[in-house]
T-cell receptor, first 111, second 115 residues
């Protein structure tokens, strides 16, 4: 059974204090790994797709990387508007379009 | 473009009552789906549809029915609500190509409480 584990559950940063969120996964064959952002009271918003180990994607202060067992979402010099819950999901090869989501990391960036 | 619109945003039901959560999208997306989000658990797929007239079960389909008579609408029906169905429900849509790349477009959610 596919498993996705995100850590930490919650993270509090000062503005400008860079850090990383972790997503470890267990699938028999990875088709894709996806990052989403979810603001309170809203639906998730798609950020990135990663397909193979070594791949990186960037968007503003966010950079997602992928290894064979985990993905990292690096946040460089975060701002308060980066505060949100970040969700990771995986899609298994041969599993159709089914996404397995992790429980998320709740990030709060303070002034 | 309104995107994905869910109604109602909040609903309280008594055990055994029935109701329908509405989902409409104006992006001409063929793929539509329903997820539930519970504390301490990841989003879980309830039902999905790859086009009008076609529906299929997801990970947690029991207690829920769906139909897809038009491309735009994908209602989720609870026939006899149970407290275990207390959750936040999200509708998501996408194109066939974007589903393969994991890119779903979510609505803002419907928070359901079953007493």
């Amino acid at each position: 059974e596919d498993q996705v584990t995100q850590s930490p559950e919650a993270l509090r940063l000062q503005e400008g204090e860079s850090s990383s969120l972790n997503c470890s996964y267990t699938v028999s064959g990875l088709r894709g790994l996806f990052w989403y952002r979810q603001d309170p009271g809203k639906g998730p918003e798609f950020l990135f797709t990663l397909y193979s180990a070594g791949e990186e994607k960037e968007k503003e202060r966010l950079k997602a990387t992928l290894t064979k067992k985990e993905s990292f979402l690096h946040i460089t010099a975060p701002k308060p508007e980066d505060s949100a819950t970040y969700l990771c999901a995986v899609q298994e090869a041969g599993g159709g379009n089914k996404l397995t989501f992790g429980t998320g990391t709740q990030l709060k960036v303070e002034l | 473009n309104a995107g994905v619109t869910q109604t109602p945003k909040f609903q309280v039901l008594k055990t055994g009552q029935s109701m329908t959560l509405q989902c409409a999208q104006d992006m001409n997306h063929e793929y539509m789906s329903w997820y539930r989000q519970d504390p301490g658990m990841g989003l879980r797929l309830i039902h999905y549809s790859v086009g009008a007239g076609i529906t299929d079960q997801g990970e947690v389909p029991n207690g829920y029915n769906v139909s897809r008579s038009t491309t735009e609408d994908f209602p989720l029906r609870l026939l006899s609500a149970a407290p275990s169905q207390t959750s936040v429900y999200f509708c998501a849509s996408s194109t066939p190509d974007r589903v393969r790349t994991g890119e779903l477009f979510f609505g803002e959610g419907s928070r359901l409480t079953v007493l």
